[in-house]
């Protein structure tokens, strides 16, 4: 489903603010209604905006997805800046302080579109949605990157992700879903650029590893650089909130805590030999 409609949102619970009945249940995005379109419950329609980072009285923007509950047959829009992309688990994970409490599931309207892979990583000739990673067949695998980078003095990059995001709070290395047509250098390069703004040629991108979790349907390929000049840490809204330098031994420390995401630190545990080989490599 292919939606280009425009609508103006009145925000009655900008960011910040508290739930009417619910005192400690703060907004962390802007949340209101649209006026003239009645919804299923026979009130206004309700929209979630994100891509702000301030509050609102009143906002015009995209209609990029529909959040349905199957638990009171209600739908939620999610309204966003025009041009500015957002997937599935994106949404998800800024909706979630209040969609934890509902059956929902978020229908994107413009979805992301992934490459479909065997184990052995052969593409299968079909395309699949990211609206669909967790409802993947049995042998339909994805791919996942991910990028340790070191900076020109050595020290490594680690992000911290978003207060609204699942594990939030928590800190990774860069990395994410390649997109449908894009290989894993690809989409490691593409990745690194979104989420820091840094831009590397692709012969600087090494090979770390490559690990298939059956259960998750993810190929995962991991990948290492250190750059070559000083550059600037630009984070991705929505995305990241802060970042850290690290001496490669405070780093590996660091993933090991439980600050880290657990997954990434699993991964990261699981090939440690060859990440300590491959950084005394590029860091002699």
């Given at each position: 489903m292919v939606d280009n409609e425009i609508y103006t949102v009145t925000i009655d619970r900008p960011l910040g603010?508290?739930?009417?009945?619910?005192?400690?249940?703060?907004?962390?995005?802007?949340?209101?209604?649209?006026?003239g379109i009645i919804a299923e419950d026979g009130e206004e329609q309700d929209a979630y905006v994100i891509g702000v980072d301030i509050p609102l009285k009143q906002?015009?923007?995209?209609?990029?997805?529909?959040?349905?509950?199957?638990?009171?047959?209600?739908?939620k829009w999610v309204i966003a800046p025009e041009n500015v992309p957002y997937n599935k688990q994106q949404i998800e994970e800024l909706v979630y302080f209040q969609e934890q409490y509902y059956d929902s599931y978020v229908e994107i309207l413009n979805d992301e579109m992934w490459d479909a892979y065997d184990e052995l990583g052969n593409k299968l000739g079909i395309q699949v949605g990211r609206s669909m990673a967790k409802n993947l067949p049995d042998g339909v695998f994805h791919i996942v990157v991910e990028v340790y980078v070191a900076m020109a003095d050595g020290r490594f990059l680690t992000?911290?992700?978003?207060?609204?995001?699942?594990?939030?709070?928590?800190?990774?290395?860069?990395?994410?879903?390649?997109?449908?047509?894009?290989?894993?250098?690809?989409?490691?390069?593409r990745e690194l650029r979104e989420e820091t703004g840094i831009e590397i040629p692709k012969d600087d991108l090494q090979n770390l590893f490559r690990y298939v979790n059956k259960e998750k349907h993810v190929i995962y390929y991991g990948f290492?650089?250190?750059?070559?000049?000083?550059t600037d840490i630009h984070l991705q809204y929505g995305e990241t909130m802060d970042y850290q330098l690290l001496p490669y031994d405070e780093f590996k420390q660091f993933v090991k805590s439980d600050r880290f995401v657990p997954s990434g630190q699993k991964r990261y545990i699981m090939h440690e030999f060859i990440i300590d080989k491959k950084v005394k490599e590029i860091l002699a």
């Open positions: 603010s508290a739930h009417p009945d619910y005192p400690t249940h703060v907004y962390p995005i802007n949340y209101g209604y649209i006026d906002y015009t923007g995209k209609r990029i997805a529909i959040i349905h509950r199957k638990d009171d047959a209600e739908t992000t911290q992700r978003s207060k609204n995001k699942t594990n939030p709070l928590k800190w990774e290395v860069t990395g994410g879903s390649i997109l449908a047509g894009e290989t894993p250098e690809k989409g490691a390069l290492i650089t250190r750059i070559k000049e000083n």
